[in-house]
């Protein structure tokens, strides 16, 4: 797995934002679409491209489209359907598909309630969005489930990761073609799995749901 942490000052800035246990949930919802936009610049830098032909006002001249086939984007619900709107404001010509998932808590077991995606992803790049990379348990299955499907190349846009969580996936998925795209690695996980510092539960501070 190739690791890009993504270091610039609007990133960490805005990140330092998403921390603040008093961003309300309107405003981390905007913020995070912000960093996706920053961050899927970078993850995007070899996306497939062919030549065409246009006219300008002017004259006829060879530009770049993206390429067929399209780029998957798979948000993994619930979390990561707040980068949703960032990622393909960015790409506006990717298909969407979707996995949702949840870990058990107490047991850390993930919990696949959801999944919507071609049959076949033969030559497709793939854009998983998730903000928070922990234990890895989560990011490990949804790669999985793409490979299956023989995806051609999956990138990870992540806005944090805990060095545990890029460990296991480096030990878990060493046979396969992965890129991981992250704003910030942090120091570790908690007892419970939380990363520290952090920002807390994700879903919760999108959704607004009380911590
Ligand atoms: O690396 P892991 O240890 O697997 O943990 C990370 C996962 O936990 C969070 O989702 P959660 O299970 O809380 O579901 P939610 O998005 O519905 O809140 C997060 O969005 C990741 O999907
Ligand atoms: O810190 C964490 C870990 C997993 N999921 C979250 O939302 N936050
Ligand atoms: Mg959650």
Redesign the pocket.
């Known amino acids: 797995m190739h690791v890009h942490h993504v270091d610039h000052p609007l990133l960490a800035h805005k990140l330092t934002v998403l921390r603040k246990r008093q961003t309300p949930s309107m405003i981390f919802r905007q913020v995070t679409e912000e960093l996706v936009m920053l961050l899927a610049y970078e993850a995007t830098r070899d996306l497939a491209v062919v030549d065409v032909d246009i006219e300008t006002p002017v004259t006829t001249t060879t530009g770049k489209e993206i390429a067929d086939p399209r780029p998957l984007v798979v948000p993994i619900l619930r979390?990561g359907l707040g980068m949703l709107d960032g990622m393909v404001r960015m790409a506006p010509t990717a298909e969407v598909g979707f996995l949702g998932m949840v870990?058990d808590e107490e047991t850390l077991n993930i919990v696949t309630y959801a999944e919507r995606l071609p049959k076949d992803l033969s030559g497709r790049q793939v854009f998983l969005l998730d903000?928070?990379l922990?234990t890895g348990g989560t990011l490990a299955e949804a790669c999985r489930f793409l490979y299956e499907r023989n995806a051609r190349q999956v990138s990870a846009i992540c806005l944090?990761a805990?060095p545990e969580g890029i460990q296991y996936l480096q030990e878990n998925l060493a046979d396969i073609d992965m890129n991981l795209y992250v704003a910030a690695i942090d120091e570790r996980?908690d007892d419970n799995?939380?990363?520290v510092p952090?920002?807390?539960?994700?879903?919760?501070r999108l959704y607004g749901v009380a911590g």
């Open positions: 979390a870990r903000p928070m922990a944090l805990a996980l799995a939380y990363i952090g920002l807390g539960d994700a879903g919760d």
